[in-house]
């Protein structure tokens, strides 16, 4: 039997196979679908908008693609770890963040705990690639639904039963009294204050009383001004 001879790869020969499988192995990205990405950024939408300037839980993603981290304007809740990781938004910063961001900047404040799915970060890569400065601008009617955020609830078009008239509290609970003119007691503890100064926030002086949907004794009373808190309740008994 005729053995054959080793012949070694050329050195260029071999440098163009490297690069082929690296490129193979890279980003997920490189090959994302946009359009599928809109799917997967709802598991996001609870968080963050794709809208310029509308900060929710976490910082708008309108026009990340190429952005240092942490330096999206008007949002001032960013960790001191991201803040000073000197991270710019790539697709492979993307892909390792979104697949697990604790181990690419421990100690951020993200409390998502990754992306496993390889194809799903790859989609949302690509979407997120896409969204501009302006937001994302020149969607079908389905990938706009998609990709906008939840509205929040209007809290000035809230009706008497939910306005908020008076506060009274007395050895562990609260009083409630609504402008059509019924009193609910808490238990201390289960009465929260809010603020909530964005446009649709509640009226100034005019704060609103919100269900904590737990058996419907919990509940949230949320101000316009932090100030407006101490200066309604009343101890009273």
């Not at 306005?163 to 509290?169: D, E, M, R």
Request: net charge positive; charged share 25%; hydrophobic share 40%.
């Amino acid at each position: 039997m005729r053995r054959r001879s080793f012949r070694p790869i050329p050195a260029l020969c071999l440098a163009a196979i490297i690069g082929v499988l690296s490129a193979a192995a890279g980003p997920a990205a490189a090959q994302g679908n946009a359009k599928a990405g809109a799917r997967v950024f709802r598991a996001c939408a609870a968080c963050h908008s794709l809208e310029p300037g509308r900060h929710m839980t976490g910082p708008s993603l309108a026009g990340i693609w190429g952005r240092k981290a942490a330096t999206i304007e008007g949002f001032t809740r960013y960790s001191p770890a991201l803040a000073e990781s000197d991270l710019r938004w790539t697709a492979e910063t993307l892909d390792a963040w979104l697949a697990d961001p604790a181990a690419l900047v421990p100690g951020n404040r993200m409390t998502f705990q990754g992306l496993a799915d390889d194809r799903a970060r790859a989609d949302l890569i690509a979407l997120l690639e896409t969204v501009g400065p302006d937001g994302p601008a020149g969607r079908t009617t389905e990938e706009a639904k998609l990709l906008r955020a939840p509205e929040p609830l209007d809290l000035k078009a809230l009706g008497p039963e939910r306005q908020v008239t008076a506060i009274s509290h007395c050895g562990d609970s609260y009083r409630v009294t609504t402008a059509d003119g019924k009193s609910s007691p808490f238990w201390e503890f289960n009465l929260r204050f809010k603020t909530d100064s964005s446009g649709k926030g509640p009226p100034k002086g005019r704060p609103v009383l919100l269900s904590a949907n737990m058996m419907g004794d919990r509940a949230f009373v949320i101000f316009a001004d932090p100030k407006e808190i101490s200066a309604l309740i009343e101890p009273k008994c």
